[in-house]
């Protein structure tokens, strides 16, 4: 997306927020706007490996991942909403994620649904927008 926008194929597109944040750091002329049907939630996860031999340092590195100290330094630096509710946010940050009310207004995917029609979804997009 972001080469497509810098070489102006593209003037719109369905992109995340922090993706978007990180191409207007550039100085390029771009924002994100929450469509008013609302915005789909994008996820970072990080999960411990089912049988490490290392499970108390998984579980750690998880905690620490999700501490509120951590959060405040993904949303600054990759513009990610924080994923634990006792983070608070400096505005400057705030206005750049999703944050507050604006989670609630996040769709979620139902990963069933989508998964069910998965392959005929990338048949048709390869028809049609990939031609």
Do not use: H
């Not at 999960?47 to 509120?68: D, I, M, T």
């Not at 999703?98 to 392959?119: F, I, M, P, Q």
Request: hydrophobic residues 40%; glycine residues 6%; charged residues 25%.
């Amino acid at each position: 997306m972001t080469s497509l926008f810098q070489n102006g194929e593209a003037i719109i597109g369905v992109w995340g927020n922090g993706r978007v944040e990180t191409l207007r750091s550039t100085g390029f002329p771009v924002k994100f706007v929450y469509p008013k049907e609302g915005a789909m939630a994008l996820l970072t996860a990080a999960c411990p490996v089912v049988k490490s031999n290392v499970p108390e340092l998984a579980q750690k590195l998880v905690q620490y991942l999700a501490s509120p100290e951590i959060q405040m330094v993904f949303a600054r630096t990759q513009s990610w909403g924080p994923v634990n509710k006792t983070v608070k946010l400096p505005a400057e940050d705030a206005q750049r994620v999703v944050y507050g009310e604006a989670v609630d207004k996040l769709e979620k995917t139902d990963w069933d649904t989508v998964n069910a029609v998965r392959t005929q979804w990338n048949d048709r997009w390869n028809r049609t927008v990939e031609r």
